[in-house]
Nanobody, 124 residues
Framework: QVKLVESAGGLVQTGGSLRLSCTVSGRPFDIIPMGWFRQWPGTERIFVASVDWNGLTNYDTSVKGRFAISRDTTKSTVYLEMNNLKVEDTAVYYC??????????????????WGQGTQVTVSS
């Protein structure tokens, strides 16, 4: 059984930084693409960033240049470093994994494995 466990989110001020982590078990971490999505109340999850098994990354335009995704194979963990946070970044963030190539797959319905979600709140 594949399990994704996310770190706690948090409350930060505008312009601040926060790092999320997600640890994977039950699946060979080194061959699965990993991603982050976020969700606002009443809306669907949307793509934030992803990293493929070979290190290829992809970002939504709204976070490009501010967020950085990385993975540590030795720890089966993927990270999302969020800098220069804005109020509109406030959301529940979800870690995700999928089988097959995935860095360019932004449709959440094509991602099979999900973390429990963690709240990130950015105050003005």
């Amino acid at each position: 059984q594949v399990k994704l466990v996310e770190s706690a989110g948090g409350l930060v001020q505008t312009g601040g930084s926060l790092r999320l982590s997600c640890t994977v078990s039950g699946r060979p971490f080194d061959i699965i693409p990993m991603g982050w999505f976020r969700q606002w109340p009443g809306t669907e999850r949307i793509f934030v960033a992803s990293v493929d098994w070979n290190g290829l990354t992809n970002y939504d335009t709204s976070v490009k240049g501010r967020f950085a995704i990385s993975r540590d194979t030795t720890k089966s963990t993927v990270y999302l470093e969020m800098n220069n946070l804005k109020v509109e970044d406030t959301a529940v963030y979800y870690c995700a994994g999928r089988d097959g190539a995935g860095a360019l797959v932004t449709d959440p319905n094509r991602w099979a494995y999900w973390g429990q979600g963690t709240q990130v709140t950015v105050s003005s």
